[in-house]
């Protein structure tokens, strides 16, 4: 792995002059490769943005978060995003069906997780239909992905609602490090066939292009009793970005996707989903301390469901951020934010969302002040963000962190932080049946869920090569989604409510070990609790079962060995503890990669995931769910 400076989600920071700059081109990535792994080491700067939306070592960052880089993407056989978060060891990530996934941290993972906000080059790709995402529509060409910085743990200061326990922020790498030709081809069982190309180049001095385009076809998973059900899929995407670095330490990102997919179902006609986005982001560089930036996008999705609705969303978005000193030891970063969304849903017959044409916007600001206590020791960060939404009016997400430290080895950290989950539309707009009277579900008075966080946190580097770090947490839980009656005592209507209360609490540690030349070792392991039960005044008899289905424990070992200069050799087993809300069993698992790079551009691999069983449950009821079954690929990679 090599962690070199990064660029922030939400607007692409200046890298900073005294980190190294990361390869550009195909023979400084060549001149990267030839060093030993101790040479690697000793320029090896890990730096994240998602924190505090600038570039900071990640010894000294207070938060429990992780990088997963492209080497760690490339060498795990990935071949999706939800596959590259598995690398995350803070996150819990749960296959539900051939194409959808259930993805959270700390908690509250199901189907319809709400409570993690994602961005991929600080678009927010949630969805405000329920407020989480859908993961089938969100892809990008893993070539292309330079980090994914996950943070587990309340992240409302900076990125507001929604990242109530974390945030995923991915960002792809800029067009002046893609250039050339990339092909990448294969097949094997369950991912039967994939392709994709990308060429990028230097359009005019300090202007540069990539394009790209990519397509798969998924065949389905497996039933308990291995009886196969018709659950393929086939998707294509394709897109640009446009980087002009000609103004000095100036940058203008112009970029863009279009997409379009084919589900397929059991008893029903197929779900097709198609979408695009553009975006457009300037960033100022005043000084070394100062910079600002300005980004606006617009993002169009549409999903029809037969037998079900039929979603037409176009979000619009604009956001301003700038960072400046205002004393010798405050470092204060503050941004406004404007989102518009225009959601336009037919109903069918067995469901409604009244009214089904909406638009809602979000107004937001927030500022943030690092404060230089002791100097190159203990520094204070407290700040605030501010919403308003048409739902619930205002909210406020302030928190305050400390990070103390101890030496160059040895690092201290903790946080007190509020964060709320704002209503989506299920909460408040959805009706059964689709037509009055609405005898099953009627929409209700739906207010934010909150939260109040503890969390405490130790990184230490006892050694060159070893590194590791523990998270602690403590969650305060109010106002969490409940199903309640709507006319007690009679039991129905029901609406949801928020009459569910309690908390969570648990422990993240990760060890990373390259003491071996030659080899690198990471270790995980993540321990939980939930613990949900409603009001006093409640009505709600499912003591948070739909809102939690969470393992209690995770633990992964990923191991990668170059075996000769032209081999390598990687190694993912895990392990994830039964889920008692759906009597999910306890299973491990071990995913397989050999990697031979006979020529210098050229790449071939043998993948083989889920080594261990012909099948197995992740998600959901036994009657229903389907099993992720054991899988292998081929793929070859040539570069120009």
């Known amino acids: 792995m090599l962690a070199l400076a990064m660029r922030c989600p939400a607007a692409e920071e200046p890298v900073d002059p005294s980190l190294p700059r990361p390869p550009s081109t195909s023979d400084e990535v060549d001149s990267f ?29 207070a938060s429990a978060v992780q990088v997963v880089t492209q080497d760690d993407i490339r ?25 959808s996934w259930a993805i959270s941290a700390r908690g509250f993972n ?28 969100q892809d990008t060409l893993l070539e292309d992905v330079d980090r994914i910085e996950v943070i587990s743990g309340p992240g409302g200061t900076l990125w507001g609602a929604n990242a109530v ?75 640009f970005r446009i980087d002009y670095e000609g103004w000095g330490p100036d940058l203008l990102t112009v970029q863009g996707d279009v997409y379009k997919s084919v589900i397929e179902q059991v008893k029903a006609g197929a779900i097709s989903a198609a979408g695009g986005n553009l975006l457009a982001r300037f960033t100022h560089r005043f000084s070394e301390e100062s910079d600002a930036s300005l980004q606006a996008y617009w993002d169009r999705v549409h999903r029809a469901i037969p037998n079900s609705i039929t979603d037409d969303l176009d979000t619009w978005d604009l956001d301003f951020q700038h960072r400046f000193p205002l004393a010798p030891r405050n470092d204060v970063v503050w941004g406004l934010g404007y989102r518009v969304y225009h959601d336009e849903i037919q109903n069918p017959a067995t469901l409604a969302f009244v009214p089904a044409d909406v638009t809602h916007q979000v107004f937001s600001a927030f500022a943030q002040d690092e404060i230089t206590v002791v100097r190159d020791r203990v520094f204070l960060t407290i700040g605030s963000k501010v919403e308003n939404n048409d739902f619930t ?46 005898t099953t579900l009627v929409g209700g008075n739906f207010t934010s869920e909150k939260l109040i966080a503890y969390e405490l946190g130790y990184r230490v580097e006892p050694e060159k090569r070893l590194s590791c770090s523990l998270a602690t947490f403590y969650n305060v839980y109010s106002d969490v989604r409940s199903v309640e009656q709507a006319n007690p005592p009679a039991p129905f209507p029901l609406m949801f409510g928020n009459g569910l209360e309690g908390d969570s609490y648990g422990a993240e540690a990760v060890v990373d070990s390259r003491l071996i030349d030659r080899v690198r070792m990471r270790v995980g392991y993540t321990a939980m609790r ?21 393992p209690k424990h995770m633990a992964s070992l990923r191991t990668s060995v170059d075996l000769a200069d032209d081999w390598e050799l990687d190694a993912n087993v895990r392990y994830v503890s039964g889920i008692d809300t759906d009597d999910v069993p306890a299973y491990g698992e071990l995913d397989l990669r050999l990697g031979w790079s006979p020529m210098r551009d050229l790449e071939l691999a043998l993948v083989g995931q889920n080594l261990l069983h012909d099948h197995h449950a992740e998600y959901g009821a036994a009657a229903t769910r389907q099993e992720i079954s054991r899988s292998g690929y081929v793929k070859l990679v040539w570069r120009y």
């Open 33 to 61: 490769k030839q060093l030993t792994l101790e040479q690697l080491m000793d320029i090896e700067v890990v730096t994240v943005t998602s924190v505090s939306r600038r570039p900071e070592r990640i010894i000294v960052a």
């Open 75 to 99: 060498r795990s056989g990935a071949t999706n995003l939800p596959d590259a978060l598995r690398l995350a060891t803070n996150l819990a990530v749960a296959q539900i069906d051939p194409h």
């Open 110 to 137: 199901n189907n319809l997780a709400d409570k993690m906000l994602v961005m991929i080059d600080g678009r927010t790709v949630y969805t405000p239909l329920f407020a989480g995402v859908f993961w089938d529509m």
């Open 165 to 239: 326990n974390g945030v995923i922020s991915i960002t792809t790498r800029r067009a002046a490090q893609t250039h050339g030709l990339y092909v990448e081809a294969g097949g094997g069982s369950t991912l039967q066939a994939f392709e994709a190309v990308r060429y990028g180049a230097e359009l005019a001095p300090d202007l540069h292009y990539r394009v790209y385009q990519k397509a798969f076809h998924r065949d389905d998973l497996v039933e308990p009793y291995d009886r196969t059900r018709n659950a393929q899929w086939d998707a294509g995407q394709g897109g």
């Open 393 to 438: 009016g205002f909210e406020f997400q302030p928190s305050g962190r400390v990070a103390w430290r101890v030496d160059e080895r040895n690092s201290l950290w903790g946080a007190v932080s509020r964060a709320v989950r704002t209503p989506s539309r299920i909460d408040r707009e959805l009706y059964l049946p689709g037509t009055p009277p609405y």
């Open 530 to 550: 939930v613990r949900l039960h409603p009001k006093p005044e409640s009505t709600d008899t499912s003591n948070g079962r739909l809102e939690s289905h969470d």
